[in-house]
């Protein structure tokens, strides 16, 4: 149980294009999604939170113009890189939690390359 | 200052070896996790713990909250075992993961 799907697992997209990731909960519904981006070699560094139904709470430095989260249900949260640079290359993981648990279930990661 | 270190940083062990990994933090917590993080990406929560210790296999977890530290040990290690251990923790008030800079693993046959 607590499966935590993401797609696309890979994109390359052109420089000003946006690009659409979804994170879906497939056997739980799932409160409280996390959206997080990952450097090479660097930990994981929490870019939004986002409750289903209510804007995301994004963490400072975060341009919410540019990623834009939407928790539309219980069991889907999408990421979109608007306006993508090379400089949005990255590896961007998300995680669920179904809110009666600390624990969070992580999705397998989309790798996005911005040419 | 991060509210979670983590050490060391990078490990290599002769496939058998006994492996700890060390991870100490700052804050008042709800939960201590350690997940593992294998060279493809994904992220597999191996061990939430609020006290005490717990075992799963060849992993074991244990936590000292009086001394704000925790360790996670690989007994027997394998190739199989080569991946980034992440130390995280969530605080009293929510729900959100503080993480440790992780612990690079390799294990050589």
């Known amino acids: 149980g607590a499966v935590v799907s993401q797609h696309p697992s890979w994109v390359i997209c052109k420089s000003g294009t946006s690009v659409k990731i979804e994170c879906r909960s497939l056997?739980?519904?799932?409160?409280?999604m996390f959206w997080y981006r990952q450097f090479p070699k660097q930990s994981l560094m929490l870019m939004a939170t986002s409750n289903e139904g209510s804007k995301a709470t994004y963490e400072q430095g975060v341009e919410k113009d540019k990623f834009l989260i939407n928790h539309a249900s219980l069991t889907l949260s999408t990421l979109t890189v608007t306006s993508a640079h090379p400089e949005d290359s990255s590896f961007y993981i998300c995680s669920a939690n179904a809110g009666f648990t600390y624990e969070q279930y992580f999705g397998p990661g989309t790798r996005l390359t911005v040419t | 200052k991060n509210e979670v270190e983590q050490s060391p940083q990078n490990l290599t062990a002769q496939e058998g070896e006994f492996i700890t990994i060390n991870c100490s933090y700052s804050?008042?917590?709800?939960?201590l996790h350690w997940l593992q993080q294998h060279p493809g990406g994904g992220i597999v929560s191996l061990f939430m713990l609020s006290s005490g210790k717990k075992k799963h296999g060849r992993l074991i977890a244990t936590i000292n909250i009086q001394e704000k530290h925790s360790s996670l040990h690989i007994t027997a290690s394998h190739p199989r075992d080569s991946a980034v251990y992440i130390c995280?923790?969530?605080?009293?008030?929510?729900?959100?993961?503080?993480f440790g800079t992780g612990t690079s693993l390799t294990v050589i046959p």
């Open positions: 995280a923790v969530t605080l009293n008030t929510g729900n959100q993961f503080y």
């Open positions: 804050v008042g917590i709800s939960a």
């Open positions: 056997d739980f519904q799932a409160t409280t």
